[in-house]
């Protein structure tokens, strides 16, 4: 099992960056894929970007402006996004879940933290 805290949401003006770290508990975190994930105020849960089997792989809103980086050493995965909109205001989460393939949707994670909260002003 393991646990996830998510941190360094806040509030950017459009065209900022933020980077999110995503702290996880546990001495088997290698063995996880993690997938980020967003959930607008109204919106359904959508599916940002993950890492599985070695790679990354994003949402198209996502290609091109968020990276997905991974520190073993540290428990901790990271989502650094650029050129940031309005749009993007959401409370931002990570996930994981044994296994390495690509997995999109949020019902196939087990393991959530409790989000952190990301507002693009224009």
């Known amino acids: 099992q393991v646990q996830l805290v998510e941190s360094g949401g806040g509030l950017v003006q459009a065209g900022g960056s933020l980077r999110l770290s995503c702290a996880a508990s546990?001495?088997?975190?290698?063995?996880?894929?993690m997938g980020w994930f967003r959930q607008g105020a109204g919106k359904e849960r959508e599916f940002v970007g993950g890492w599985s089997g070695g790679s990354t792989y994003f949402a198209d809103f996502a290609k091109g402006r968020f990276t997905i980086s991974r520190d073993n050493a540290k428990n901790t995965v990271y989502l650094q996004m650029i050129s940031l909109k309005p749009e993007d205001s959401a409370n931002y989460y990570c996930?994981?879940?044994?296994?390495?393939?690509?997995?999109?949707?949020?019902?196939?994670?087990?393991?959530w933290g409790q989000g952190t909260q990301v507002t693009v002003s224009s």
């Open positions: 996930a994981a879940r044994i296994g390495s393939r690509e997995v999109r949707e949020p019902w196939q994670y087990p393991y």
């Open positions: 546990g001495r088997t975190f290698s063995n996880y894929a």
